[in-house]
């Protein structure tokens, strides 16, 4: 299973971004999709859970900012992103679950400048 993350750049503190994670197969056969994120010199951070069943948890940093949702036919996991802080700057990545197997995409850079 191969997972591309895209849609990452540099915005504007306020600005929007939508992130695409599409993925080699099925994404209904991915049982759960995570965003996770990564800033310089800080651990990674789960961002947001999405499930095939279309249930999706965010973090408390993005609640109410960042709404995961998904497209079948492109095979395509996406995150939108709005209300951008400088907080919210870091390397994004999409980790699929299937079982006990996990995969892990490239990242994307997001930039917000203040």
């Known amino acids: 299973v191969q997972l591309q993350a895209s849609g990452g750049g540099l915005v504007q503190a306020g600005g929007s971004l939508r992130l695409s994670c599409a993925a080699s197969i099925s994404i209904q056969n991915i049982n759960i999709i995570n965003w996770y994120r990564q800033a310089p010199g800080k651990q990674r951070e789960l961002v947001a859970v999405?499930?095939?069943?279309?249930?999706?948890t965010y973090a408390d940093s993005v609640q109410g900012r960042f709404t995961a949702s998904r497209d079948n036919a492109k095979n395509t996991v996406y995150l939108l992103m709005n209300s951008l802080e400088p907080g919210d700057t870091a390397v994004y990545y999409c980790?699929?679950?299937?079982?006990?197997?996990?995969?892990w995409g490239h990242g994307t850079q997001v930039t917000v400048s203040s």
């Open positions: 980790n699929g679950r299937l079982g006990s197997l996990s995969y």
């Open positions: 999405f499930t095939s069943t279309g249930t999706t």
